[in-house]
């Protein structure tokens, strides 16, 4: 008897077509992830900058800041600069409303 030393065409392309359905399975859900990151990387800013608020307030005896850039421009409270949105990649993407002192992202779904 004589020893196979390969593999046929047929066993190849079953390979690859396996290949090809993890692929189809994996890459939507790969970008999908690195959306939400975005988006939970932009909360998690909002998060910070109105704790940074808070924390402005209870050291100014409960006066808030007049304006998002007195906080962001302020290294005490961002020594590494202003946070900047994930999605657009600018720190003017973030407001402050005067009347609840609290940030929101112009990006739509934020």
Request: with cysteine.
């Amino acid at each position: 008897m004589r020893k196979r030393n390969g593999f046929t065409l047929v066993e190849l392309l079953i390979v690859v077509l396996i290949l090809g359905a993890l692929a189809a399975i994996a890459v939507p859900r790969i970008t999908e992830s690195a959306a939400t990151a975005k988006l939970n990387g932009c909360a998690t800013n909002i998060d910070l900058m109105n704790t940074q608020i808070e924390l402005y307030a209870a050291n100014n005896d409960g006066t808030y800041p007049a304006t998002l850039a007195t906080i962001t421009g302020d290294t005490s409270y961002f020594p590494g600069g202003a946070p900047v949105c994930p999605t657009t990649g600018l720190s003017t993407s973030y407001s402050m409303s005067a009347t609840t002192k609290r940030v929101s992202c112009s990006t739509t779904g934020h």
